[in-house]
């Protein structure tokens, strides 16, 4: 149960009246949050910049980011990896703020841990999307825009999370400032029959058309296939290693 934003005993009734909730804050909410973003954006803070893809395929998924980090208009990183392994069966990309990033992905992968040992089974990649969209919702997270993929014993799933915690269960989607010019590549090359290995080339042609024209993406490709095996992540240097 939530609490009170503050003790009501202490002031008169005429308190309860104003403009406040009631019920709050949430688990991760924190006063004067949008000027702790705004501060965050006048220091400087790093930033993935950013294009990543993920592809629900006939076995499982695969995500694909970039390897660039930005600190403002400077490349801060030439060798980042964007997408991690949350969950036995699922991962995570990252979009946006590197520190809130790092430490989203940290927190899944401990509520993941404690579940398996509190139930004795994985997580549902259903549970794994509410609980990542609770989380950015709570405000705790600035400003992160994650895809999640993974396989649970309903078959495959690709969620596309918000920076404010909407989910919604995708066949294909991207995130991050290239995300316009990968989406048209997926838009032109999926289809609903889409193997693994398919789904690997069509990623890192929309990553590489991201890369050509977006600023913030570069410098590399990061692969992460999930199937019923757990987690597979490999780095390429080289677009045509894939292609």
Same mark, same amino acid.
């Given at each position: 149960?939530?609490?009170?934003?503050?003790?009501?005993?202490?002031?008169?009734?005429?308190?309860?009246?104003?403009?406040?909730?009631?019920f709050g804050p949430e688990l991760g909410e924190f006063e004067h949050?949008?000027?702790?973003?705004?501060?965050?954006?006048?220091? %400087?803070?790093?930033? $993935?910049?950013? $294009?990543?893809?993920?592809?629900?395929?006939?076995?499982?998924?695969?995500?694909?980011?970039?390897?660039? =980090?930005?600190?403002?208009?400077?490349?801060?990183?030439?060798?980042?990896?964007?997408?991690?392994?949350?969950?036995?069966? %699922?991962?995570?990309?990252?979009?946006?703020?590197?520190? =809130?990033?790092?430490?989203?992905?940290?927190?899944?992968?401990? &509520?993941?841990?404690?579940?398996?040992?509190?139930?004795?089974?994985?997580?549902?990649?259903?549970?794994?999307?509410?609980?990542? %969209?609770?989380?950015?919702?709570?405000? =705790?997270?600035?400003?992160?825009?994650?895809?999640?993929?993974?396989?649970? !014993?309903?078959?495959?799933h690709i969620y596309s999370i918000?920076?404010?915690?909407?989910?919604?269960?995708?066949?294909?989607?991207?995130?991050?400032?290239?995300?316009?010019?990968?989406?048209?590549?997926?838009?032109?090359?999926?289809?609903?029959?889409?193997?693994? !290995?398919?789904?690997?080339?069509?990623?890192?042609?929309?990553?590489?058309?991201?890369? &050509?024209? !977006?600023?913030?993406?570069?410098?590399?490709?990061?692969? =992460?296939?999930?199937?019923?095996?757990?987690?597979?992540?490999?780095?390429?240097?080289?677009?045509?290693?894939?292609?």
């Amino acid at each position: 149960m939530r609490t009170p934003t503050g003790d009501l005993s202490d002031g008169p009734a005429a308190d309860l009246g104003r403009d406040q909730p009631v019920f709050g804050p949430e688990l991760g909410e924190f006063e004067h949050s949008e000027r702790r973003a705004a501060k965050a954006e006048e220091d %400087g803070e790093m930033k $993935t910049g950013t $294009t990543t893809v993920g592809i629900k395929a006939d076995d499982g998924v695969v995500m694909a980011t970039d390897m660039r =980090a930005s600190l403002g208009g400077m490349v801060s990183s030439k060798d980042v990896q964007k997408v991690e392994e949350i969950h036995p069966r %699922g991962a995570l990309t990252i979009a946006g703020s590197v520190s =809130a990033a790092q430490n989203l992905i940290s927190t899944l992968r401990a &509520e993941t841990s404690l579940y398996e040992a509190r139930r004795g089974k994985d997580m549902s990649m259903e549970a794994l999307s509410t609980l990542t %969209g609770n989380l950015l919702r709570s405000g =705790a997270f600035f400003v992160v825009q994650p895809i999640l993929g993974g396989v649970d !014993d309903e078959g495959a799933h690709i969620y596309s999370i918000d920076a404010l915690g909407g989910t919604t269960e995708e066949e294909y989607t991207v995130t991050g400032s290239g995300s316009q010019y990968a989406l048209g590549v997926l838009e032109q090359e999926y289809d609903d029959d889409v193997t693994i !290995d398919e789904a690997k080339t069509i990623a890192a042609k929309a990553i590489q058309s991201a890369v &050509e024209r !977006d600023l913030a993406s570069g410098n590399g490709i990061n692969v =992460a296939v999930v199937t019923d095996d757990g987690v597979e992540i490999t780095r390429y240097k080289e677009f045509d290693d894939l292609l």
